[in-house]
Antibody, heavy 120, light 112 residues
Framework: QEQLVESGGGLVKPGGSLRLSCAASGFTFSDYYMSWIRQAPGKGLEWVSYISSSGIIIYYADSVKGRFTISRDNAKNSLYLQMNSLRAEDTAVYYC?????????????WGQGTLVTVSS | QSALTQPASVSGSPGQSITISCTGTSSDVGNYNLVSWYQQHPGKAPKLMIYEGSKRPSGVSNRFSGSKSGNTASLTISGLQAEDEADYYCCSYAGSSTFHVVFGGGTKLTVL
């Protein structure tokens, strides 16, 4: 069955960097668009970034544009999020999710999430 | 893009029906029939319950249904069960030139 497993979260100082990974299994990863979505402690969901199946089409939320970079390695069935210039407001659980629909509008499988804490 | 508006909390007794509203604008909910709903139990990942307005993924109970009127989408849960107690989030497609979705703030459902 479809499975997504995130890793790479942790405690980082403001201005620091972190790279998140998401390992996919149980489906043909290279066929699907993928996204990162985050949830600050006690808060709601916020879409962060999106990448097409080939990696050519990429979008970011305004809140992370210029600081975060999404990428994927279809040979390794993996999705990544490079996070630079981290701020306290980036503290959240980060989920990777598979994107579906035409147009792409919903997320049908989610990982369990990885916690990123930005604090001095 | 502002978040969609959901009530902070709703409650109901076992067996009853409840409806959670999700209000957006003519740029998102009102312009597309592309609202999805997610259930999230504490400490767990969100789970897709409804997509493209009213479609249910395989395995989701038919007690869950979605609808839309104007700029407001709704999730109805009939025959409430204890395990339905969770947070629920709506999400609407909001862009055509770029990928853009907007989430609601979430609604805590309490089964009394």
């Amino acid at each position: 069955q479809e499975q997504l497993v995130e890793s790479g979260g942790g405690l980082v100082k403001p201005g620091g960097s972190l790279r998140l990974s998401c390992a996919a299994s149980g489906f043909t990863f290279s066929d699907y668009y993928m996204s990162w979505i985050r949830q600050a402690p006690g808060k709601g969901l916020e879409w962060v970034s999106y990448i097409s199946s080939s990696g050519i089409i990429i979008y970011y939320a305004d809140s992370v544009k210029g600081r975060f970079t999404i990428s994927r390695d279809n040979a390794k069935n993996s999705l990544y999020l490079q996070m630079n210039s981290l701020r306290a407001e980036d503290t959240a659980v980060y989920y990777c999710a598979r994107v579906r629909g035409i147009p792409r509008s919903y997320f049908d499988y989610w990982g369990q999430g990885t916690l990123v804490t930005v604090s001095s | 893009q502002s978040a969609l508006t959901q009530p902070a909390s709703v409650s109901g007794s076992p067996g009853q029906s409840i409806t959670i509203s999700c209000t957006g604008t003519s740029s998102d909910v009102g312009n597309y029939n592309l609202v999805s709903w997610y259930q999230q139990h504490p400490g767990k990942a969100p789970k897709l319950m409804i997509y493209e307005g009213s479609k249910r993924p395989s395995g989701v109970s038919n007690r869950f249904s979605g609808s839309k009127s104007g700029n407001t989408a709704s999730l109805t849960i009939s025959g409430l069960q204890a395990e339905d107690e969770a947070d629920y989030y709506c999400c609407s497609y909001a862009g055509s030139s770029t990928f853009h979705v907007v989430f609601g703030g979430g609604t805590k459902l309490t089964v009394l």
